[in-house]
T-cell receptor, first 109, second 111 residues
Framework: GQNIDQPTEMTATEGAIVQINCTYQ??????LFWYQQHAGEAPTFLSY????GLEEKGRFSSFLSRSKGYSYLLLKELQMKDSASYLC??????????FGKGTKLSVIP | NAGVTQTPKFRILKIGQSMTLQCTQD?????MYWYRQDPGMGLKLIYY???????DKGEVPNGYNVSRSTTEDFPLRLELAAPSQTSVYFC??????????FGPGTRLTVT
């Protein structure tokens, strides 16, 4: 089975750094994935980790520890447009994704 | 490339009615998925397909049916709509990666 937990809501200040944590318990792990979803819109792919460590992609970085069942998404130099929900997902066979409930991030001036 | 398109964008159904949500992708992707998203909840997989003629159940398939006669199209059928099926429905596709491309969604209300 799959169980993914992440905080429901977070608030951060424009220009700051925010870390969104995700813990997971899955059988058959094929990677950990992060999607961004603005209100009223479809999710879009942000980043993924298959091996332990940090993956950097511009202002966004994602970290994975498979032994701890833990991942985080790090957003630097926050901008107002980063206000969105961030969905953590684990990968399974046939490229299926199991999503957490998402973390709603509000960026304030 | 239009990517993944879904129709309709909005729909209101009465209890017991049926409808088909359309999903089309023009990227020649073999893998396609249907999700539902309830307020404050993550995406739940309803059905998926690994290629034309092949479909399989996801986490929440009850009350839904799918077919995949072509690579491009993956319609979702709701029979005997119930209020519990009020949700936003997303279709997605991919080709051998976990980077799924999502359509804009269909907002369905059953009253």
């Amino acid at each position: 089975g799959q169980n993914i937990d992440q905080p429901t809501e977070m608030t951060a200040t424009e220009g700051a750094i925010v870390q969104i944590n995700c813990t997971y318990q899955t059988s058959g792990f094929n990677g950990l994935f992060w999607y961004q979803q603005h209100a009223g819109e479809a999710p879009t792919f942000l980043s993924y980790n298959v091996l332990d460590g940090l993956e950097e992609k511009g202002r966004f970085s994602s970290f994975l520890s498979r032994s701890k069942g833990y991942s985080y998404l790090l957003l630097k130099e926050l901008q107002m447009k980063d206000s969105a929900s961030y969905l953590c997902a684990s990968g399974a066979g046939s490229y299926q994704l199991t999503f957490g409930k998402g973390t709603k991030l509000s960026v304030i001036p | 490339n239009a990517g993944v398109t879904q129709t309709p964008k909005f729909r209101i159904l009465k209890i017991g009615q049926s409808m088909t949500l359309q999903c089309t992708q023009d990227m020649n992707h073999n893998y396609m998925y249907w999700y539902r998203q309830d307020p404050g909840m993550g995406l739940k997989l309803i059905y998926y397909s690994v290629g034309a003629g092949i479909t399989d159940k996801g986490e929440v398939p009850n009350g839904y049916n799918v077919s995949r006669s072509t690579t491009e199209d993956f319609p979702l059928r709701l029979e005997l709509a119930a209020p519990s099926q009020t949700s936003v429905y997303f279709c997605a596709s991919t080709e051998t990666t976990y980077e799924q491309y999502f359509g804009p969604g269909t907002r369905l209300t059953v009253t």
